[in-house]
């Protein structure tokens, strides 16, 4: 069992910025991925961004390449998304997720890959 709690989110103005991470506390025995998906009112949960176990490897969503950034702390069980030059369009309840046993190489970027789903944290961009 991983237990994922996420922390950040608030109201930004457009070009704005926010950080948003992500603690995975819990026994595992096998190494773990972790992404961040969003989700806005009325839409389907889209991935974001994902990060291997060791952090080497990473992958991204078009829309958000140049200005998101995740990372991986040096404990691994915790991750960042920094959100830079932020749109309204931006806006959604983001959440983190963990896909136990694909922690190494390109990490999944499918919702269904993942085992374990933070409760989310609300990012409200404003124009």
């Known amino acids: 069992q991983v237990q994922l709690v996420e922390s950040g989110g608030g109201l930004v103005q457009a070009g704005g910025s926010v950080r948003l991470s992500c603690a995975a506390s819990g026994r595992t025995f096998t190494s773990y991925a972790l992404g961040w998906f969003r989700q806005a009112p009325g839409k389907e949960r889209e991935f974001v961004a994902a990060?291997?176990?060791?952090?080497?490897?990473?992958s991204s969503t078009n829309s958000v390449k140049g200005r998101f950034t995740i990372s991986r702390g040096n404990a691994k069980n915790t991750v960042y998304l920094q959100m830079n030059s932020l749109k309204p369009e931006d806006t959604a309840t983001y959440y983190c997720?963990?896909?136990?046993?694909?922690?190494?190489?390109?990490?999944?970027?499918?919702?269904?890959?993942?085992?374990?789903w933070g409760q989310g944290t609300q990012v409200t961009v404003s124009s």
């Open positions: 997720a963990a896909a136990l046993g694909l922690g190494v190489g390109v990490p999944p970027s499918h919702k269904y890959e993942y085992n374990y």
């Open positions: 990060i291997s176990w060791s952090g080497s490897s990473t």
